[in-house]
């Protein structure tokens, strides 16, 4: 049973940091596309960054720059380092798992790609 659990997010100021967290359990991700996605209320889901298998991230232009993210096969693990947070970066963010590596199309930053999805963690940014 494949399961993926976020770390508790948190509130911050504008200009604050936040670091995320994601254990996945019930299967090794390491041949998989990885992820981070968020979701503000009344708003579609959007990617935040991809990882893939080989830990090569993509990020959302909204983020570059702000963002880092990482992975880690062994531990079957993924991070979220935020920095610089606007409030408009307030969402539920989601841990994500994506394609297998010999998939067509293999680690698009798009939320038809995701098999699987934590239950969700809540970052605010206030001004």
């Known amino acids: 049973q494949v399961k993926l659990v976020e770390s508790v997010g948190g509130s911050v100021q504008s200009g604050g940091s936040l670091r995320l967290s994601c254990a996945a359990s019930?299967?090794?991700?390491?041949?998989?596309?990885m992820g981070w996605f968020r979701q503000a209320p009344g708003k579609e889901r959007e990617g935040v960054v991809i990882i893939d298998h080989t830990g090569r991230t993509s990020f959302a232009d909204s983020v570059k720059g702000r963002f880092s993210a990482s992975r880690d096969n062994a531990k079957n693990t993924l991070s979220l380092e935020m920095n610089g947070l606007k409030p408009e970066d307030t969402a539920m963010y989601y841990c994500?798992?994506?394609?297998?590596?010999?998939?067509?199309?293999?680690?698009?930053?798009?939320?038809?790609?995701?098999?699987?999805w934590g239950q969700g963690t809540q970052v605010t940014v206030s001004l």
């Open positions: 019930g299967y090794s991700i390491s041949l998989y596309c």
């Open positions: 994500a798992q994506g394609l297998a590596y010999y998939s067509a199309d293999y680690c698009r930053i798009n939320p038809d790609q995701i098999n699987y």
